[in-house]
């Protein structure tokens, strides 16, 4: 088994994956979170001990391949329609605010 | 009454559409104030849908299997135009520009949607206490929760505010509910019944399936809403399972596993009923043994490792960007981290943690690899169980329906609801829970019917065989449990 050994969950880590999540949680939720995921992570210890070397994978219940169809022009998702439901729009498009840490 | 009857009536002319639908619209006027089981009543479209039924009959022709029977819809499936929450502020107020493929297929059945039913937040629950909008309580015993996370639909149909409903498991979350509230439930064949148009939680355990008070309603429904859907590429490339046909053939000869893992462990008045349901197949015909399938016990780790992956790649897509809230911020990462701070509650910011966790770099073959490896073990040992026999019994919850509030501040005790219906979801198998008798405390017993893929119409012959030896799930609490057999099997 490559990688880090499971089972050392603390709250400096659960506030990293808060970060990569973009969640943003107080120091409360901290300290919840952390002993509650921690909780989740020891029962997952009987599945995390387990030597599966020798067993493949299983993403996807049945086998799954690409479908393809005929290629055909077929009515899509109307663009007005796409865009009714977004928080802000600008020329037909999804309008945000700045992407980088300075304006452009 | 029943579905069947009501399209039979409605088909015939005995019976207007409108009428059933002004019923089941009273029903959910008087009765949702104590229950809460709908986020949302489209009363003015479902008086005009029925309308529109009674207009072909009275044209002569036939609007369908399920002509003017009324349905509820989980909240987390796509209606257009109509709002759709997943039990989240998240998406409160979002209107999709598409119906689901099941809603499609409802209405071109004839049926009338009434409205949309409440569930924990993006199906993420056992109890349907984790929406955003507040719980619904079991139309049982109002104290207590209906399970989740399709607690609105189960709640619906137990109530009797509408017959049918349609609800989606990920890992059980169709016959927990089911099981609690006292009514039919199925989970089908992963791919049998198209997902456009759910909002995905893990996409590879999801399924969307019915809830009915008779199995033979449940399978009227089943066939409604099944075979395959170009828009769903994970569709199966077959036509419905045909099962309403066969609901009568009986289970002579039929073997049947007692699964000891499904039975084991549960509480002692739930294992009784699973035991008195074996009996009631047996002396239907069926050809019943013990069997043990001990990988299975494995699944429920398994499960709390891929289904939060799985939801924290899912979503993502919550970014206030295209739809649903957003909380303006300086810069698009932190008006991303704001949304989804003040848009989501506290289990799906749990599980897209846990996820998030189980994913990222340094734990992913510890956690996420080697829960997909037990998925593989858990999918084997199901076809070396099913070399013997065509079915397999269990419970399908551990308990009967617990207090609101009993176990929302202990996430894995709130887990441990899913144990016996998780390992259908891994393996993509059909499931239905069939309600049989009470509990010590006079609630709902579900006994819960595992089949392999595609053999969904041997599990509603098994259920309907149950259904029709079943104790009743009404009336006053049970007696003292003793030996088995002390309450006849009718």
């Known amino acids: ?104 | 009454m029943n579905a069947i009857q009501i399209a039979d009536d409605v088909r015939s002319g005995r019976r207007s559409a409108r009428s059933v639908a002004e019923a089941a619209l009273a029903a959910v006027a008087a009765g949702d104030g104590d229950v809460a089981a709908f986020l949302l009543v489209t009363g003015d479209a479902a008086l005009a849908a029925a309308d529109r039924v009674d207009e072909v009959v009275a044209a002569g022709g036939d609007p369908g299997p399920l002509a003017g029977v009324p349905v509820a819809l989980k909240d987390n499936l796509c209606t257009k135009g109509v709002p759709t929450t997943c039990g989240s502020r998240i998406l409160d107020g979002w209107r999709p520009p598409y119906d689901a493929t099941v809603v499609d297929r409802l209405r071109a059945a004839g049926a009338v949607v009434v409205g949309k039913t409440n569930l924990d937040e993006f199906a993420m629950g056992s109890s349907t206490e984790n929406s955003a909008f507040g719980p619904t309580r079991n139309p049982r015993d109002t104290s207590r929760v209906p399970g989740g996370s399709s607690g609105g639909s189960a709640a619906a149909v137990a109530a009797g505010f509408v017959h049918l409903a349609l609800g989606s498991d990920t890992g059980g979350s169709i016959r927990q509910p089911a099981a609690l509230c006292g009514v039919v439930g199925m989970k089908p064949t992963y791919g049998a019944v198209s997902r456009y148009g759910l909002v995905a939680f893990a996409s590879s355990l999801d399924q969307i399936g019915p809830f009915a008070t008779t199995v033979a309603d449940a399978a009227l429904l089943f066939e409604a809403i099944g075979g395959h859907d170009p828009c769903d590429s994970t569709s199966l490339d077959r036509p419905a399972e045909p099962v309403s046909g066969s609901l009568d053939a009986g289970v002579q000869g039929l073997r049947v596993g007692v699964c000891a893992e499904l039975v084991d462990g549960v509480d002692a008045d739930v294992a009784k009923r699973v035991r008195q349901a074996a009996d009631a197949l047996a002396a239907a015909g069926a050809s019943v043994r013990e069997v043990s399938v001990p990988e299975l016990r494995y699944g429920l780790s398994a499960y709390y490792l891929i289904a939060p992956a799985e939801a924290s790649s899912n979503l993502a897509r919550y970014d206030g960007v295209r739809f649903g809230l957003r909380v303006p911020a300086d810069d698009v990462a932190a008006m991303n981290t704001a949304t989804r701070t003040a848009g989501f509650g506290p289990e799906v910011k749990r599980r897209i943690m846990l996820g998030t966790y189980a994913l990222s770099a340094g734990y992913y073959d510890a956690y996420y690899g080697q829960a997909q490896r037990v998925r593989t073990l858990v999918i084997r040992a199901f076809d070396r169980a099913y070399a013997d026999v065509d079915v397999l019994l269990g419970a399908t919850a551990p308990s009967t329906a617990f207090p609101l509030g009993d176990r929302v501040d202990d996430p894995m005790a709130m887990y441990l609801s899913d144990v016996c219906t998780i390992p259908s979801n891994l393996a993509g198998h059909p499931a239905i829970s069939v309600p049989f008798g009470t509990g010590d405390d006079g609630l709902p017993v579900g006994v819960q019917v595992l089949a392999p893929a595609l053999a969904e119409a041997t599990l509603f012959r098994v259920a309907a065989a149950m259904e029709a030896a079943a104790p009743p799930t009404t009336g006053a609490v049970a007696a003292a449990p003793g030996a088995s057999g002390e309450e006849p099997v009718r």
């Open chain 1, 1 to 104: 088994m490559s990688g880090r050994e499971p089972g050392h969950l603390g709250r400096d880590e659960v506030a990293h994956v808060a970060k990569l999540a973009r969640l943003d949680l107080t120091d409360d939720e901290l300290d919840r979170f952390t002993g509650q995921l921690a909780q989740v992570l020891d029962h997952a210890a009987d599945v995390a001990g387990l030597d599966l070397a020798d067993v493949p994978p299983t993403a996807h219940p049945l086998p799954v391949r690409n479908v393809l169809r005929p290629d055909r022009p077929v009515p899509s998702l109307d663009r007005d329609d796409a865009l009714a439901a977004a928080p802000d729009v600008e020329d037909h498009r999804f309008r945000v605010p700045r992407i980088l840490g300075e304006a452009p």
